[in-house]
């Protein structure tokens, strides 16, 4: 009696525990599934902000007397941010993508829709300032 | 191998072609400030000894930002052929020009009496390299002008120093010439030719089919020069020459800064009180076209108008 009762008890606890546990890991993947796929985007932010920086700094520290070599600066912070920007575009979308296609296969089609979904988000969000541009200008 | 599913190609394709677009935006309208910003200057081809007048070459500071400009000082001829410097006009070049801008009018104005200065605004001529403010920081060199004159090394100390101080500026140079009257007392008289009321006004013309680079541009310049075009707005301060008085001309077919910009200037600048404001539409003219299209009625009316505003004590004509 005492153990059909307490397998019961313990099946219950088990099931409630793995119930927790895998909500917990639906958890989890959510905030796993934005970090990844929000990437794209928020480290173009950041590699924006730093390239922002260091144009406040050069303008800061180089008088506009020096305006040529202030140019040559900017032009240089420019281009090297934007190759940094897109190497951590590529980067990040090729691995948001891998990392999809695994979520796939391991029959995670949830996890998978909603990276796909997140990225379209992130995509209209890129395209969206030049379609701005087309009428507010 | 698994096959990759046919939604994952679409979303690919589509963030990559949002990337490309996006990133080709960015360096495009980069490109643009920077360009417009570092526009090789206009070499100076003609001197005022080219149409047989005295002149000296001058060099002063902007005010403010202590960048290095030079100019002429050429003196005006009076009837009996002595120089004078007492009526002095600064005369203030167009965008992507420079001094020798609208030489053949100065020589008529310095042989009616006016004396001229005029000079290379920053990023012009000879003057030094800086970024363009469409007016707005061209007005610290016609603030340095007014130094010069008041303060500055005269070229030709046995002609004192100018009684009176008015100033011409053309187009962009017309904005600067706004924004410096409006602080600067000194500047007793101004005409203005084609200039715009906001800069806003002037944007969508100047792009042309462009046009969708204006907000990145926008935010390219006040990333890297800390200006925000839409903040230049000379038709604000012009209330604030008054009562000193303004002329403000335009040609009828300007396409560039069309009239209704000075029919701006006019109402805001003749709401102030005491305002002496005169206008002049220019038939037929396009942009900064009027002083060639009507030239003798043009000088004649800036050297009625300096002659009427500028007052001076008479035995020094």
């Known amino acids: ?137 | 191998m698994a096959r990759i599913p046919r939604s994952h190609r679409i979303m690919k394709g589509f963030l990559i072609i949002s990337g490309i677009l996006a990133f080709l935006y960015v360096s495009a309208s980069l490109t643009i400030v920077i360009i417009i910003n570092n526009l090789p200057p206009k070499p100076i081809t003609t001197t005022p000894s080219s149409f047989g007048l005295n002149y000296r070459n001058v060099t002063f500071l902007s005010r403010e930002d202590h960048l290095l400009l030079r100019g002429w000082l050429i003196p005006g001829i009076l009837p009996n052929g002595r120089l004078t410097v007492a009526r002095t006009i600064i005369q203030v070049h167009g965008e992507d020009n420079n001094r020798a801008m609208v030489l053949d009018i100065d020589a008529s104005l310095v042989r009616q009496g006016l004396a001229i200065l005029v000079f290379d605004s920053r990023g012009s001529g000879e003057s030094a390299a800086a970024p363009k403010g469409g007016g707005y920081f061209e007005q610290r060199d016609v603030l340095g002008a007014v130094d010069f004159l008041r303060s500055g090394p005269m070229p030709y100390p046995e002609l004192g120093r100018p009684q009176a101080i008015g100033g011409w500026g053309i187009s962009v140079g017309g904005d600067a010439l706004i924004y410096a009257a409006a602080q600067e007392p000194a500047i007793q008289a101004i005409v203005v030719d084609s200039a715009y009321a906001t800069m806003a006004e002037y944007m969508e013309p100047a792009f042309g089919k462009f046009f969708i680079f204006i907000p990145g541009a926008r935010y390219s310049e006040m990333m890297l020069y800390g200006l925000d075009y839409t903040d230049i707005r000379p038709v604000d301060v012009i209330a604030r020459i008054a009562p000193r008085p303004v002329f403000l001309i335009q040609g009828a077919a300007d396409i560039s800064i069309v009239p209704s910009n000075m029919t701006q200037l006019a109402a805001t600048a003749e709401s102030a009180p005491d305002a002496h404001v005169q206008t002049w539409l220019v038939p037929n003219s396009n942009h900064i076209q009027a002083y060639h299209r009507v030239e003798n009625t043009y000088v004649d009316r800036l050297v009625t108008f300096f002659n009427t505003e500028l007052n001076i004590k008479s035995d020094s004509v």
């Open chain 1, 1 to 137: 009696m005492k153990r059909l009762q307490s397998e019961p008890e313990n099946n219950t606890s088990n099931s409630t525990g793995s119930f927790t546990r895998a909500e917990n890991e639906d958890r989890i993947s959510i905030w796993y599934i934005l970090l990844l796929t929000l990437a794209p985007l928020y480290l173009l932010v950041l590699v924006g902000a730093i390239v922002f920086v260091l144009i406040l700094l050069d303008r800061h520290f180089i008088s506009l007397t020096n305006f040529v070599l202030q140019q040559y600066i900017f032009i240089a912070i420019m281009i090297m941010g934007m190759a940094v920007a897109i190497i951590v575009y590529t980067l990040s979308i090729n691995h948001a993508f891998r990392k999809i296609g695994m979520w796939r296969q391991n029959s995670h089609a949830k996890q998978a829709n909603l990276g796909l979904l997140v990225l379209a988000i992130v995509a209209s969000i890129m395209i969206l300032p030049i379609i701005l541009a087309l009428f507010i200008h």
